[in-house]
């Protein structure tokens, strides 16, 4: 079993940048996906980013792209999603989750998933 702990949520200005992490307490064996989710109140938990350990296949939502990036540390067992020119709608509690096998975009299939931190976006 994987424990995941998030870390580096915080209150930013629209525009700014911050980096979350998630540290695994052991790395996923072989073929396994690490994503990044987020919920807003009231809405369901979303895609936003994902990144394989084995490969580094990345993958990321349509309202991401090009402004957030994800990455991997082996040697830490840890996963970065540096978030950059923040908008009021990237609001949320971030969850990361792994899984093994590729990566999907349903958090149905994640096996396990930290508890989150809160980033919220002030216009």
């Known amino acids: 079993q994987v424990q995941l702990e998030e870390a580096g949520g915080g209150l930013v200005q629209a525009g700014d940048s911050l980096e979350v992490s998630c540290v695994h307490s052991?790395?996923?064996?072989?073929?396994?996906?690490t994503g990044w989710f987020r919920q807003a109140p009231g809405k369901e938990r979303e895609f936003v980013a994902a990144?394989?350990?084995?490969?580094?296949?990345?993958k990321y939502s349509n309202s991401v792209k090009g402004r957030f990036t994800i990455s991997r540390d082996n040697a830490k067992n840890t996963v970065y999603l540096q978030m950059n020119s923040l908008k009021p709608e990237d609001t949320g509690v971030y969850y990361c989750?792994?899984?093994?096998?590729?990566?999907?975009?349903?958090?149905?299939?994640?096996?396990?998933w930290g508890r989150g931190t809160q980033v919220t976006v002030s216009s």
């Open positions: 990144i394989t350990w084995n490969l580094g296949v990345l």
């Open positions: 052991t790395r996923p064996f072989g073929i396994a996906a």
């Open positions: 989750a792994t899984k093994a096998g590729s990566i999907e975009f349903e958090a149905s299939r994640y096996d396990y």
